[in-house]
């Protein structure tokens, strides 16, 4: 099993930073890809970034050029920068682990934190 923490979340001015943060304990394996994941009032959950252990990133295009994921593999922690916020950021944040076997791959989810943008 995994248990992902997160925390970082919170209100926050148009244009403003947020970081938040993602501590993963229990079976970590050490290849996965570790990343976050959005979901607005009213809309599905959506890929924001996510990183492989080996480094190679993905980001939505929404967030792209605002938004930096990185990751301490020794700490099993996953981060996400976020920069020139948007309201249309405003959402549940939730971060994942997905790994497993070339078979079958597992997905493990945070609570969530909430990051609200707004003057």
């Known amino acids: 099993q995994v248990q992902l923490v997160e925390s970082g979340g919170g209100l926050v001015q148009p244009g403003g930073s947020l970081r938040l943060s993602c501590a993963a304990s229990?079976?970590?394996?050490?290849?996965?890809?570790m990343g976050w994941y959005r979901q607005a009032p009213g809309k599905q959950r959506e890929l924001v970034a996510n990183m492989a252990s080996g480094g190679d990133t993905n980001y939505a295009y929404s967030v792209k050029g605002r938004f930096t994921i990185s990751r301490d593999n020794a700490k099993n922690t996953v981060y996400l920068q976020m920069s020139s916020l948007k309201p249309e950021d405003t959402a549940v944040y939730y971060c994942?682990?997905?790994?497993?076997?070339?078979?079958?791959?597992?997905?493990?989810w945070g609570q969530g934190t909430q990051v609200t943008v707004s003057s």
């Open positions: 229990g079976t970590i394996f050490s290849a996965n890809v």
């Open positions: 994942n682990v997905r790994q497993g076997s070339p078979w079958r791959q597992f997905d493990y």
